[in-house]
């Protein structure tokens, strides 16, 4: 039985999908599995190496302590490994449409003052970074995307739609 890699669906999400990063996403993934391989996960081989030096293990605190981070490093490479072998790096493209990587800033109706947000991939979003990633299938990004700067948008949630005017986009 010789199935080919599509067949297999290896390097797709669960709907046969790839997983989008922009390359510094990429790069970061790739850095904290590096980590975890060469620095962490050798560290803990050690504390368990030393924890079992002291005999009984059944009720030796250090090991089981050894053994939950060893469990946690091992799952946490399982999952970068394998969000590795999906992605697609996006090419971010000189454009004045907003895109994956775009930094966007933008102006609430009715509200004060301008935010910015950063549209990435959904795995690399994190909103509590000085400038907050969103994830592209966010419905905030998905009414944003291919805008451009001076568009009023009607941002479409699950609880209730507002408008933005987009001041600015960076590519």
Do not use: C, W
């Not at 790739?30 to 030393?50: C, D, F």
């Amino acid at each position: 039985m010789n199935k080919k890699r599509e067949d297999l669906n290896v390097g797709k999400d669960m709907t046969g999908e790839k997983i989008l990063l922009t390359k510094s996403g990429y790069e970061d993934k790739k850095n904290r599995l590096k980590e975890l391989v060469n620095i962490i996960r050798p560290q803990i081989l050690k504390e368990l190496k030393a924890a079992r030096e002291q005999g009984d293990l059944s009720e030796n605190a250090d090991y089981d302590t050894a053994k939950n981070k060893q469990a946690k490093i091992e799952s946490e490479i399982f999952e970068l490994e394998d969000i590795l072998s999906k992605v697609k790096i996006v090419d971010i493209k000189k454009s004045n449409n907003i895109q994956l990587g775009s930094i966007v800033e933008y102006q609430k109706k009715g509200e004060r003052g301008n935010r910015k947000v950063q549209i990435v991939g959904s795995i690399e979003a994190n909103s509590l970074l000085n400038l907050p990633q969103i994830g592209n299938d966010s419905p905030f990004a998905k009414s944003l995307l291919n805008h451009k700067k001076g568009d009023v948008v009607t941002v479409i949630t699950p609880i209730g739609n507002y408008e933005i005017k987009i001041i600015s986009v960076k590519n």
